[in-house]
């Protein structure tokens, strides 16, 4: 099976969902008139870091997931990113894929709440991972800080997965980690990975860019630069997976018996 990922590499105006919601149907006709299957928007594409503002933004936010989940049907597009939610009293980072057939979206609660944003003081941690359907593959779905805990990224390739989706907020002081990361999780787990960044710069921290896709030796196939705003697109075949695997089986050598 092949499909077309667009990224969506952009900058975030923090706390003004309006604008950053019309930036991103912006984006997503863009990438509908290059006929892609799905693009993926940065972590909390909507409104940023704004904590001090969660009952606006997630009341703001609820208008457009219903906006978003009507333009994935109108163009015909896979729209993945996540947003704040408020859910039961509780506060979520979550990551939604809406579904152009209209099928219920498919939403996965950041587990891993990055501690030096304060990120765990406003938001609670989901406490499962979530995988679902691409056409007839099946995709998982991760944020940011996720990518430091590999044992996630295992789970999801003992599930079958053949593309981990990403979004994030990643700083430039750190990118060199993050592309090592990027390239040892799709390397280890043998699945293609497809990962949007911001850009630009909010308050003391500039968002590094240099969103991928990476196939399942964790070789960049596309990439962005540190600075500048992009759409990223690029064709993989999902059944490449089981190839490689079948070529060179790592996955199947694992003893989990010995440990975990």
């Known amino acids: 099976m092949t499909v077309r990922i667009t990224l969506a590499q952009t900058s975030i105006i923090p706390g003004e969902p309006k604008h950053n919601f019309y930036n991103a149907v912006k984006l997503i006709t863009q990438a509908s008139e290059l006929a ?39 163009k015909q597009i896979h729209i993945a990113g996540s947003v704040i939610q408020h859910n039961g009293g509780r506060y979520t980072n979550s990551f939604i894929v809406f579904y152009p057939d209209g099928s219920p979206p498919l939403k996965y609660e950041k587990i891993h709440l990055f501690r030096l944003m304060k990120e765990d003081h406003w938001l609670s941690p989901g406490n499962e991972l979530t995988s679902g359907a691409l056409g007839t593959s099946k995709i998982g779905l991760a944020i940011c800080y996720d990518l430091r805990f590999p044992l996630m990224f295992t789970r999801y390739m003992e599930q079958n997965v053949v593309l981990v989706l990403l979004c994030a907020e990643w700083p430039i002081s750190r990118i060199d980690q993050w592309k090592t990361l990027l390239s040892a999780r799709a390397l280890e787990n043998q699945y293609f990975l497809a990962a949007a960044n911001a850009v630009g710069t909010v308050g003391r921290e500039t968002f590094g860019g240099n969103s991928a896709v990476l196939n399942p030796w964790g070789r960049t196939l596309v990439s962005g630069d540190e600075k500048n705003e992009a759409l990223l697109s690029i064709d993989i075949d999902l059944s490449e997976v089981e190839r490689i695997r079948q070529e060179f089986p790592v996955v199947y050598d694992r003893r989990p018996d010995i440990y975990g």
């Open 36 to 74: 892609s299957n799905i693009i993926v928007l940065p972590e909390l594409w909507s409104s940023g870091y704004r904590f001090k503002s969660l009952e606006y933004i997630t009341r703001e936010n609820d208008v457009y997931i219903n906006e978003l989940a009507n333009i994935s049907k109108e």
